[in-house]
């Protein structure tokens, strides 16, 4: 096959049954599954370069870049490209400048350049010490009152999901399903307060009917709610619970699940704000 | 995306009996099946392909379940058929996705600007990410990756020469070279 019809085929260009022959085709046989990857590469720097035509572009965006995967791809290769750049001007690659990549002064130029505050944070150590115990003991009534609210809003009816359309959802998977620990990033557009969690539950949950559920962070329990309701749902069943944005800062979370009087019996659902 | 739970130990030897009575035959048939398949998801630009694979064996399992008497395809295209209906599931899912689960790591972190303290910073994780690669290979990328779309042609064509491969090949063993830097580099960013 030639590189012309994989070009194509990239670009969404070929009819249905000529895409499906190739796929068929090249997803078999590994010589020509490299043969279309090499045919990527060069369309991709290509689009990069700027030298597609008007319609190839449009191709190129509305069919080609139309998964996560390869946006990230195509951003990364532009990053290299402007790495390449402002590395090769400044020095040329020696064994010396490798070594350096891991040295103690690059680690904490890594460190403190990127996040300046953090120097300010050290310096001002005792201040903020005396400051976090004063806040600390403030936001624990303000995190009570808040916590009774949503167990209060939690223990309503979440049967009908047309409710929850503006409001942002996230569906999370057990911890034991492969590729379950799902990155949320919280969009600066959201206009609601809440976002709508789903959380699948695995068959050998599923003929119960309610459970205890624990929002988590760095060990410590921020959310508690009791027997909230299991949902029917089109794979068997599931949790829903609304959860205020502002306590879902950036970091690692998970949820647990159990059944009420039984935290040996715990679903755990791991996830990652950004 | 409906996904469908784990097969049981008789519905996947109800698959692998469908692919060959010869239970060693069968196993290296569902491998190269899978294999295929994975290969079939990363040509689509699916980051979870593994997922989407196993889902297709799940669908295949499930419905030779309720069926009297087997498909009469080959395997392969009718695994094909369902795993073409799971990518366009998987498309139609990120559409409607209101909160998106991609990370826009390389234009910016959160705000999605580009100032130069956040490419800085990409620069400095690249840095330790690149003193990493062994082998010569962090020169390549350099070379490689030249800015300069005049000069890029004739160094890709002097490195393909002094590796003593194609420029083809060059491509691809800069494209696995690619992938690691940029694992690398994400991990580096999370902890930045």
């Known amino acids: 096959m030639d590189t012309e019809k994989f070009r194509k085929y990239l670009l969404g ?45 449009l191709q190129f965006t509305t069919n080609y870049l139309v998964t996560p995967e390869r946006r990230k791809n195509e951003e990364f290769v532009t990053l ?29 130029r890594l460190a403190f350049f990127a996040r300046p505050a953090r120097l300010y944070a050290v310096s001002l150590l005792i201040l903020i010490f005396a400051m976090a115990t004063y806040f600390w003991f403030r936001h624990d009534g303000e995190l009570g009152k808040l916590q009774a609210e949503y167990a209060a809003l939690n223990g309503q009816d979440f049967t009908d999901l047309g409710q929850f359309k503006d409001i942002g959802t996230v569906n999370v998977l057990p911890g034991k399903v492969r590729g379950s620990d799902s990155t949320v990033r919280i969009g600066e557009n959201t206009s609601s307060d809440n976002i709508f969690v789903r959380l699948a539950l695995p068959i050998e949950f599923r003929s119960h009917d309610y459970y205890d559920v624990q929002l988590i962070k760095e060990k410590k329990t921020i959310f508690k709610f009791e027997s909230l309701r299991a949902y029917p749902n089109d794979g068997g069943k599931e949790l829903r619970i609304i959860l205020p944005l502002k306590l879902l800062v950036k970091g690692a979370y998970r949820i647990d699940a159990s059944l009420p009087d039984k935290t040996d019996s715990t679903v755990t659902y791991p996830f990652t704000v950004q | 995306m409906k996904t469908h739970p784990s097969l049981s130990k008789a519905d996947f030897d109800k698959l692998l009996g469908w692919l060959s009575p010869d239970q060693d035959d069968a196993g290296r048939k569902y491998l190269v099946i899978r294999e295929g398949l994975v290969r079939y998801f990363r040509l689509k ?18 419905k030779l379940k309720t069926l009297e008497d087997p498909p009469d395809l080959k395997p392969i295209t009718y695994f094909y058929g369902f795993a073409k209906n799971i990518f366009f599931e998987f498309l139609a899912e990120l559409k409607k996705s209101p ?4 990370p826009g790591f390389f234009r910016g972190l959160v705000t999605g600007t580009d100032d130069d303290r956040d490419k800085e910073t990409r620069f400095l994780c690249l840095d330790d990410c690149m003193a990493k690669l062994k082998n010569g290979e962090a020169e390549m990328v350099l070379t490689y990756f030249t800015k300069d779309r005049s000069e890029k042609f004739e160094a890709r064509r002097l490195l393909a020469k002094k590796l003593n491969i194609t420029v083809g090949n060059l491509h691809i063993k800069i494209h696995r070279v690619k992938n690691v830097l940029r694992a690398c580099v994400e991990k580096c960013l999370e902890k930045v």
């Open chain 1, 80 to 108: 290299l490209a402007e790495y390449s750049g402002a590395r090769s001007a400044a020095r040329p690659v020696t064994e010396d400048r490798v070594k350096k990549g891991t040295s103690f002064i690059h680690q904490v």
């Open chain 2, 99 to 102: 909160v998106q689960f991609e």
């Open chain 2, 45 to 62: 630009g699916c980051y979870e392909s593994q997922s989407l694979v196993d889902e297709t064996i799940n669908r295949v399992a499930i």
């Open chain 1, 13 to 57: 260009d070929l009819s249905t049954e000529e895409s499906e022959e190739l796929e068929q085709v090249v997803i078999f046989d590994e010589e020509m599954s490299e043969s279309l990857l090499e045919a990527e590469i060069v369309l991709v720097e290509d689009h990069l370069d700027g030298t597609l035509s008007a319609d190839e572009e």
